[in-house]
């Protein structure tokens, strides 16, 4: 993935410190480095860091609802048999000053430093990232999540919805006491994006038929969750999304009159939605996919064929209850004085697209953080409603996105 550098504004209330059984840290006397004060420092000089003064909200065609200068960063230290947490219960936010001078332009206060005993010692390093315009929850300790994550491992968790449209990010890493020679560097922090970026373009393909696309919508997706990371049993950083709440809401993407001539005319939207990721085959009611009957177990044909018919009924409304893609349209009525006709074709199951037009191409099980999806849905009034999907990564920049079916 190339990294395009950008800064994102947060206000971090929400993030959630997990901290398995920590101790508070006491004053320490600083580790004087040759050269350096001995200050713990950051360089997340990754995808969000900015490169210039520019306030754009978007990246590569996702609309992050805008950036600044500044993340929040959690820490535990281990050693000497304790888990002492630094920057305190809530996490400490870092800015980026612009007329600072001297090691770091990454600020923050008061300062936290080094303090090595042994090889055995180690910095756990959480962070995470938003452009969040007014507060929401308020920072809170957490207990009750003991049971589910992985004893004595650091975690940080922030709360999503659909309705908060804005880029989330998180970083983790670990810096320990073997590495000599980093002991004392700024700590690099690698921020993915927790969130899918998802578009859909709309191309009337009919040979004689103009038409009005009026509506673009999912339903059954992922409401609202948990964006976690955690440092796992390895010492890496691990994203993932828990506490998810699926509905039948439908997330409207697009909504208005947007008029395509026949003969290719499409409807192409200027930016990307961002969606929560999650796998596309999982039922908002939490049924289980029927399994498909196999002719050894029936006697004869007429008993597998009424097995294969029930299979059927069930199998469909299984799929009515996973992630749907739904656009509705009109067409002129041949009577003048007539309203124009409306047309709702069926919902799209989402694990069902292909990334190829043509062909045995594979689909999308799930969506992926950090990963753009662009659903190409072909209308021909005249042969039905063709839907295909393409992938890149976030800042990955593609010069011929038609063009390419990865």
Not at 340 to 362: C, E, M, T, W, Y
Not at 383 to 406: F, H, K, N
Request: proline share 5%; aromatic share 10%; hydrophobic share 35%.
């Amino acid at each position: 993935m190339r990294n395009r550098h950008f800064i994102y504004k947060l206000l971090l209330l929400g993030l959630i410190l997990i901290p398995w059984s920590c101790t508070r840290t006491q004053e320490q006397e600083p580790q004087t480095i040759e050269g350096e004060d001995g200050a713990i420092r950051f360089d997340p000089a990754v995808a969000m860091v900015r490169d210039d003064d520019t306030k754009s909200t978007m990246i590569n065609g996702v609309n992050t609802g805008g950036h600044s200068n500044s993340f929040r960063v959690f820490c535990r230290r281990v050693g000497e048999g304790k888990h002492n947490l630094l920057f305190g219960d809530d996490g400490t936010q870092v800015t980026w000053n612009e007329s600072a001078t001297g090691s770091s332009k990454w600020e923050y206060s008061p300062l936290s430093y080094w303090y090595w005993i042994s090889v055995t010692n180690y910095y756990d390093f959480l962070a995470a990232m938003y452009p969040r315009p007014a507060a929401q929850e308020a920072v809170r300790m957490l207990d009750e999540l003991s049971g589910e994550e992985i004893p004595g491992n650091l975690a940080i968790k922030k709360a999503y919805a659909l309705s908060d449209d804005y880029d989330l990010m998180m970083a983790g890493t670990r810096r320990t006491g073997a590495d000599f020679e980093k002991r004392t560097v700024k700590v690099p922090l690698t921020f993915q994006h927790m969130l899918c970026a998802v578009r859909v373009v709309v191309t009337n393909e009919s040979t004689a038929t103009n038409l009005t696309l009026t509506s673009v919508k999912f339903d059954n997706i992922i409401q609202s969750a948990y964006a976690k990371v955690t440092i796992d049993a390895l010492g890496e950083p691990e994203f993932s999304w828990i506490d998810t709440q699926r509905t039948n809401a439908d997330k409207a993407v697009f909504s208005g009159s947007q008029a395509l001539n026949y003969g290719g005319d499409r409807y192409e939207p200027a930016s990307y939605d961002l969606l929560i990721p999650g796998d596309l085959s999982v039922a908002i009611d939490g049924s289980l996919e029927p399994k498909v009957p196999k002719r050894e177990d029936y006697k004869n044909d007429a008993a597998y064929n009424t097995a294969m018919t029930a299979y059927n009924t069930a199998l469909t409304a299984f799929e009515a209850q996973l992630p749907r893609l739904k656009i509705t349209y009109t067409t002129a009525n041949p009577d003048p004085t007539g309203d124009p006709i409306v047309h709702a074709p069926d919902p799209i199951v989402l694990r069902n697209v292909k990334q190829a037009r043509f062909g045995s191409a594979d689909t999308i099980p799930e969506w992926e953080p950090g990963i753009k999806y662009t659903y190409n849905v072909s209308i021909r009034l005249d042969g039905g409603v063709i839907v295909t999907v393409i992938t890149s990564e976030w800042d990955e920049i593609i010069a011929e996105t038609p063009g390419i079916l990865i």
